[in-house]
């Protein structure tokens, strides 16, 4: 020890800067155990003194994690001091094995521009809080990757999820890779390959994985931000069928073409969905009432009007029932997405369907004057759920599952006269002419109320429940019709229904509603 | 069998002088163990140290070739009261467990140990859960060795520190006649590093042979007048003892230059925090020597008056890095300078935080303010003086979501609690409790099950003021860890006892399975070493239960709310007691995938279930998510204008539980939901069934699809 009388600054031990801190982010369970191993194993094959720390617990059950490894050169025999968690500012390489948690690293300053390479994969491991809301509650991952493109010195960013999955191996070898292919760690590519080589357990696909992560990282390290997926062109979803049905279907083509511009694509996605769900005549009638808005419509509002009630008036159309399930679930183009989903090649699959029909839905099938009759009687309606309300297995590879699904598929002739048909009939009617008496004194309101068609989704107790949230807005848009803000008010309810699954923010926002205009 | 095998570091645990061994900290600690001749070692499982027990136990052969018994405790407290061996007799014992919740467990057996006093070096390594990564309260294990006066180590976190540690806890301990505390932090159990072995030991003397040769003394039994004895002797002899030894061998170390005018004291545990903000202030090089003097206390009770007076004594200030509170070590220090008429001005927590771990940041701006304060030349300038604002870094803080803990893929506690919430939506909302262990998940979204945790088998104790029932009865959780721990006596025999009218869910996964997989008693596995297979439903009965049911698959969700109902509307008498009983999937998929992959590769038949969601009948809901927030069941987002929402998507780590199709069908959600078994090597019989049925199948396809508009797919 030296003896120091004043205290002076000193420069500052040029080694430090030879430490390398590296950090790596995961969701548990990613395999980030592992990929420390191999980091250590690689800087001490390389004559490096490294060490590793983990938070391995309980709290790290699929919940957020973290690795951290420090290396150096060893220096004469003797280890250097190393710190055993990153800190904010002074991290060197980071990790991410997921978008947020990369998004969680920039947020606790262990990204910065004077020195950190940021490795991120792309893909999203949704939280409970974004799955569960009954709208659309994901993160924005353009947000990360902007932010990212501020707080990284050098930044590589694909998904590295589905790269390892194509090379048949897990995240852990491509986010190897990554590290390897970003030349942040001054090893060469076979001192990797070789610490994969010596872990000894699925190598080889590890190492393909390792190569393919290696080369993205090489050249086109970043992903360039989702562009405008392009759009099916109006030729690629013509169908196919015999001769006659095809003429129907070019007629009602042409009307759309004859529809302002700016609805025209939406109508097509329309009416492909409400023929598919029907028949030609049922475009028809879908082309009827879209006409009926488009009258009423016109260019000042950029037909905005029109180009959502193509989107909705398709959708209360093309209403979930029975038939649709039915038709749906014995389609020849669904049994190959699930072989092809499941990789099953020509292994044969066994398909198990979960059905669960309630009295609600028998009687909705019966003819509607029979059914009405038996929805009004209780103990009829006791007896139905007596017969059919129990989970039903349904095992649809076999022919007689598959005879009974296809049978009732094919009742679409019959459709038309069901109960729930003429509901839905009904419902759409009374909705529609809402719509339509809005559109003259307040255009923009109108078009918010098309737009609470998105609340009615699910089935049973869910559409229930959707159903309910529908009418309790389009009460509540009532009450501010007549304001000047009225249209930012119903977008405000709709978007507070879709919060939570059982309406207590829509309900909070009919009362602050009902505070100023009850 | 637990989650991780260390089958092969155990290897290492073989290594013998001048081996150089490199590893994690854990196995460092049961190298030390053995290196210092232990003759018993024990404990219970629990992060950070749940790696202890199962190395341990993956050691179990070579402990015994060494003559030393290791025992899988059943709690905190029967391990503590085994060091009850080292009393009377000169036999090395170590015992672990997490801090300071085992230590609240343990605290009536350490209480008494340390009373009597030992003979034979006794052991407590605390494995401190505090900081992130934690999964418990934020105290501190500090007050259990000043109030029942056993010594406590926090040695620096690298591996010659705990090596050596273990071996002066050892030392200290039989020269103090006390039991030692050896403190381990998160990150340091899981540290990796080297260090230099030496030959492992036999014990002087093993267990056996104290058997063979029983001793007592009754002056060591904690009875009056003994145990007024024993006070005296702790404060006149073993303190005393202890302080010698600890300044003769130098167990706390001294840092950086022989004199200055500050200087700094630290946690042993807190020293490579320490060295890192000197090494980012430019006042200690790569190797840790520090421009600053450092008095480092890897013994942190008892703490030494005349090593403290003799390092502030040429100061003007120091700052005590103490991590957690209250500052005990600070108070203390407060009244070494009161009492001895010290001049130096001590910091601590009017610099750092009082509360919180102290991580880097934060202990690089405690640093700084102290060296401000008495030392503002030895700032690097850009301290003194920031002159460049960073780029402004677009905040994210609304963005990303926070990720708490869950449930795994496919884990069997799902079910259970997708049906409690389906039997609440039908009975109304209940009081719950919860317990310690995977199951408290079910408090977090999407169930929100549960409100409270009091500790490990309390679940139903903690329910007791409502065991007299009322319109609604209480329903409280408890697992099978909790259970055997401690539960079968404090919760169930509490709620025989108190007539109680409540319902108690035991999950039952087969393993102790928060902590790492490790076997209990009602485990289904077959283990050499310890009894497994004794069925939960004989304990609670045997206790007095008359209503006991078990359910052998939790994944069927009907049932499982059947039960629950039964058990919450009944008009028997007494406590309700409902075992759920599946085994927990992360083991299952550990102990079965190996075995079916290599069937499959045998060209034996061999079903792989997995589900799915038919895209066009998902309507995007998400009210499946509500009940299962598997992290399989996620969410995409299809290429159709038409639709606004997400739809239900499951990926391909979806391990076919089967839980999604039992809720689409106990809560008649929707019939999006399918299963596919992929057969692999299906028999010549089953190919050319399914050859004629599929054949049969696309011709009624294809013949329908003739006659009407076929689009092509896009999503």
């Known amino acids: 020890m030296t003896i120091q009388q004043a205290l002076a600054p000193r420069q500052p031990d040029e080694k430090l800067t030879t430490i390398i801190k590296l950090a790596i982010m995961a969701v548990g369970g990613q395999g980030g155990g592992v990929l420390t191993n191999w980091i250590e194993a690689t800087a001490r094959s390389q004559g490096y003194a490294c060490q590793a720390t983990s938070v391995a617990g309980v709290a790290q059950r699929t919940g957020a994690t973290i690795y951290y490894v420090e290396m150096a050169p060893m220096g004469d025999g003797v280890a250097p001091v190393f710190s055993l968690a990153p800190s904010a500012g002074d991290v060197d390489v980071l990790i991410a094995a997921e978008m947020m948690e990369a998004g969680r690293a920039i947020l606790r300053g262990f990204v910065t521009p004077d020195r950190t390479t940021l490795i991120a994969s792309t893909h999203r491991a949704l939280a409970v809080s974004e799955k569960m809301v009954p709208g659309d509650g994901i993160a924005s991952s353009d947000e990360v990757r902007a932010a990212a493109e501020v707080a990284a010195d050098k930044l590589i960013m694909f998904d590295m999820d589905s790269l390892a999955i194509q090379n048949g191996s897990v995240i852990s070898s491509s986010l190897f890779g990554a590290l390897a292919g970003s030349g ?16 000894g357990k699925g190598v080889e696909a590890s190492l393909r994985a390792f190569s393919a992560a290696y080369d993205r990282a090489q050249n086109a390290a970043v992903d360039p931000a989702q562009a405008d997926q392009a759009k099916p062109a109006a030729a690629a979803l013509a169908p196919e069928g015999p001769a006659a049905l095809m003429r129907d279907w070019q007629a009602l083509t042409d009307r759309v073409l004859a529809l302002p511009a700016p609805a025209q694509e939406m109508a097509l996605h329309g009416l492909r969905k409400v023929v598919k769900f029907q028949d030609v005549a049922y475009g028809a009638e879908y082309m009827d009432r879209l006409e009926e808005i488009a009258a009423l419509d016109d260019a000042a509002h950029g037909f905005v009007l029109t180009a959502e009630a193509a989107k909705y008036i398709a959708n209360a159309m093309a209403y979930d029932d029975v038939i649709r399930v039915a038709d749906l679930k014995t389609r020849g183009a669904r049994f190959d997405r699930i072989k092809a989903h499941m990789g099953s090649g020509d292994r044969p699959v066994a398909l198990t369907e979960f059905m669960h029909p309630r009295a609600e839905e028998i009687a909705g099938m019966m003819p509607a004057a029979m059914g009405a009759r038996w929805e009004a009687n209780p103990k009829a309606m006791a007896r139905l759920d007596r017969w059919f309300n129990k989970g039903r297995r349904l095992r649809t590879h076999k022919l007689g599952n598959f005879l009974m699904l296809y049978v009732l598929g094919g009742l679409r002739g019959y459709r038309r006269r069901t109960l729930r048909h003429k509901y839905e009939q009904e419902h759409l009617a009374r909705w529609l002419d809402t719509v339509k008496g809005a559109v003259a004194g307040h255009y923009a309101f ?4 098309i737009r609470c068609r998105r609340l009615i989704k699910g089935y049973s107790d869910t559409h229930a429940r959707g159903l309910s949230k529908f009418d309790k807005v389009m009460q509540a848009a009532e009450l501010v019709r007549a304001r000047e803000d009225g249209a930012d008010w119903v977008a405000r309810l709709r978007e507070a229904a879709l919060q939570d699954e059982k309406g207590a923010a829509l309900d909070g926002a009919i009362l602050t509603v009902r505070s100023f205009a009850g | 069998m637990a989650e991780r095998s260390f089958a092969r570091e155990v290897q290492d645990l073989r290594l013998g002088k001048g081996e150089t061994f490199t590893g994690e900290g854990i196995l460092a600690i049961t190298k030390a163990l053995l290196e210092n001749g232990v003759g018993y070692v024990g404990g219970y499982q629990g992060a950070p140290i749940s790696h202890l027990m199962d190395v341990l136990a993956d050691a179990e052969e070579l402990l015994g070739e060494l003559g030393v018994r290791f025992e899988a405790n059943a709690s905190e407290a029967a391990a503590a009261a085994m060091l009850a061996a080292s009393v009377h007799y000169p036999i090395r014992g170590a015992v672990t467990f997490k801090a300071p919740v085992g230590v609240n467990v343990a605290s009536d057996a350490l209480a008494n140990l340390a009373s009597s006093g030992v003979n034979g070096g006794a052991l407590i390594i605390i494995g401190e859960d505090y900081g992130e990564g934690s999964s418990i309260m934020q105290e501190r294990s500090h007050p259990f060795a000043m109030k029942s006066q056993i010594w406590l180590l926090d040695p620096r976190p690298s591996l010659p520190s705990i090596v050596k540690a273990v071996g002066d ?13 050896l403190t381990v932090r998160i990150r340091a159990c899981h540290v990796t590093g080297s260090f230099e072995c030496r030959d492992n030991k036999r014990p002087k003397m093993t267990v056996k042979q104290a058997l063979a040769e029983p001793r007592k003394d009754f002056n060591r039994v904690v009875l009056p007048p003994a145990s007024f004895v024993h006070e005296h002797d702790k404060i006149d002899n073993r303190w005393p003892a202890a302080e010698k030894y600890i300044v003769e061998n130098g167990l706390n170390e001294f840092f950086g230059p022989d004199s200055s005018k500050i200087g700094l004291i630290c946690q042993g545990g807190m020293y490579n925090g320490v060295i890192r903000a000197l090494q980012r202030l430019g006042l200690a090089d790569i190797y840790g020597n520090s421009q600053i003097p450092i008095y480092c206390l890897n013994v942190t009770y008892p703490l030494v008056d005349s090593e403290f007076t003799d390092f502030v004594k040429d100061k003007d200030g120091v700052l005590v890095i103490e991590e957690g509170q209250p500052e005990f070590i600070e108070q203390a220090f407060a009244t070494f300078v009161l009492r001895n008429g010290l001049k130096v001005r001590l910091h601590g927590k009017d610099m750092l935080p ?30 003194r003086a920031p002159n460049k604002p960073a780029p402004a ?24 609690f997708a049906a409690m919430k389906l039997v609440q939506e039908e009975l109304g909302e209940h009081q719950i409790t919860g317990d310690i262990g995977c199951h408290l998940f079910a408090c977090l979204p999407p169930f929100e099950v549960g409100g409270s945790t009091m500790g490990y088998g309390l679940g139903p104790a903690s329910n007791a003021a409502f065991d007299g029932g009322g319109d609604k009865r209480a329903i409280s959780i408890v697992g099978d860890g909790g259970f055997w721990h401690n539960g079968l006596s404090s919760s169930i025999g509490n709620m025989v006892f108190n007539k109680s009218d409540s319902v108690a869910v035991i999950v039952d996964n087969y393993y102790s399975a928060a902590t790492g997989g490790q076997d209990i008693l009602s485990s289904r596995a077959n283990n050499a070493t310890k009894s497994t297979q004794n069925p939960i439903t004989d304990a609670v009965k045997g206790v007095g239960v008359k209503w006991v049911r078990q359910i052998d698959r939790t994944y069927d969700v009907p049932k499982m709310r059947e039960i629950l109902h039964e058990a919450l509307t009944t008009e028997e008498t007494g406590p309700k007691v409902i075992v759920a009983s599946s085994e927990c999937m992360l083991n299952r998929q550990r102990r079965e995938k190996p075995i079916r992959n290599k069937a499959i590769k045998d060209g034996l038949r061999v079903e792989v279930p997995r589900f799915g969601v038919d895209e066009d009948i998902c309507t995007g809901d998400h009210a499946c998510i509500r009940l299962s927030g598997c992290p399989s069941l996620s969410l995409k987002t299809l290429d159709d204008p038409l639709r606004d929402d997400p739809i239900a998507h499951i990926d391909q780590s979806c391990v076919g539980c089967g839980n999604c199709g039992e809720v689409a069908d106990a809560a008649v959600l929707c019939p999006s939901f399918y299963r596919a078994d992929v057969i692999h090597n299906a028999t010549w019989y089953e190919k050319l069934w399914q050859g004629v049925t599929a054949g049969t199948i696309r011709w009624l396809q294809s013949r329908r699809a003739a006659k009407r508009l076929e689009f092509p797919e896009t999503v």
């Open chain 1, 446 to 449: 109108a078009v918010e109320l």
């Open chain 2, 393 to 416: 870094i677009p905040d994210l803080s609304k963005t990303v979501p926070t990720r708490p803990p869950g449930f795994c893929t496919g884990c069997p506690e799902r079910p259970i």
């Open chain 1, 184 to 199: 942040a760690l001054p090893f060469p590519r076979e001192a990797f390959e070789a610490a994969i080589r010596a872990s």
């Open chain 2, 354 to 383: 009082m509360a919180g771990e102290y991580t880097g940041q934060v202990m690089l701006d405690g640093i700084t303010g102290f060296l401000k304060e008495h030392a503002p030349d030895l700032l690097p300038g850009q301290m």
């Open chain 2, 169 to 181: 806890g050892f030392e200290l301990s039989e020269a103090s006649n006390t039991p030692v505390m």
